[in-house]
């Protein structure tokens, strides 16, 4: 079964400094989906970005970007320019191109100080 | 509505009861997900739909536990003989395609809050 790490259960940043989220996980597939996730305390998830495993550039949304090391099975986020809107839970997420479920990892907490 | 919606937001019940959440997705997503949260912690599988069918049952915690779907639609999950550790918050998410796209995004509801004295 795969596996999911969060090392870091809670981060801080100050704001418009930039932070990384690291993610590490488990698996002997070959194509997969990497996902983060937030959730801020309203309880509402919103995907932030995804990365296809066979794809090795790394993905981009605005100032979000990730950093997909494969062999490592490693896939970090990072929050440049972070404002106090991006304090919120932190998950990454992982999904097989066979199963029909995601595993989460236990997030991690960003808090963003002024 | 826009997103997926869930009822109700917040439920309290005594132990031994049984309690019925609800989740609309949004219109059109073939595929709805059930997750548990608990406090502080990550997001807990608990069943998957394609359309009516459920697919992926493995992760209902036991047997008091159990979902439908009715026209491809409206899920709701059923606790039954509710047990202090069934607290929780409990999210529903729905993709357009599920399993044939995996790559699909998952929109989420606001979940409901379950607690149980």
């Known amino acids: 079964a795969q596996t999911v790490t969060q090392s870091q259960p809670e981060m801080s940043v100050q704001e418009a400094e930039t932070v990384t989220l690291s993610c590490t996980y488990d698996?002997?597939?070959?194509?997969?989906?990497l996902f983060w996730y937030k959730q801020p305390p309203s309880r509402q998830m919103i995907l932030v970005i995804r990365q296809e495993a066979y794809k090795q550039q790394n993905a981009t949304e605005n100032r979000f970007s990730v950093n997909f090391q494969k062999a490592a099975k490693s896939f970090s986020l990072k929050i440049s320019d972070s404002q106090l809107g991006d304090a919120a839970m932190y998950f990454c997420a992982y999904r097989s191109v066979y199963g029909q479920n995601f595993v989460f990892g236990p997030g991690t907490r960003l808090s963003v100080l002024p | 509505g826009a997103g997926v919606s869930q009822s109700p937001s917040n439920k309290v019940t005594e132990k031994g009861k049984d309690v019925e959440l609800r989740c609309d997705p949004i219109?059109?997503?073939?595929?709805l997900y059930w997750y548990r949260q608990s406090l502080g912690q990550g997001l807990e599988f608990l069943i998957y739909?394609?359309?009516?069918?459920?697919?992926?049952k493995s992760g209902l915690p036991s047997d008091r536990f159990s979902a439908e779907r009715t026209g491809g639609s409206v899920s709701t999950l059923t606790i039954q003989r509710t047990q202090q550790e069934d607290s929780a918050v409990y999210l529903c998410?729905?993709?357009?395609?599920?399993?044939?796209?995996?790559?699909?995004?998952?929109?989420f509801g606001p979940g409901t809050r379950l607690t149980v004295l």
């Open positions: 219109s059109g997503h073939t595929a």
């Open positions: 998410a729905s993709s357009l395609a599920g399993g044939t796209t995996p790559g699909d995004e998952q929109f």
């Open positions: 739909f394609q359309g009516n069918s459920a697919p992926d």
């Open positions: 698996t002997s597939e070959s194509d997969y989906y």
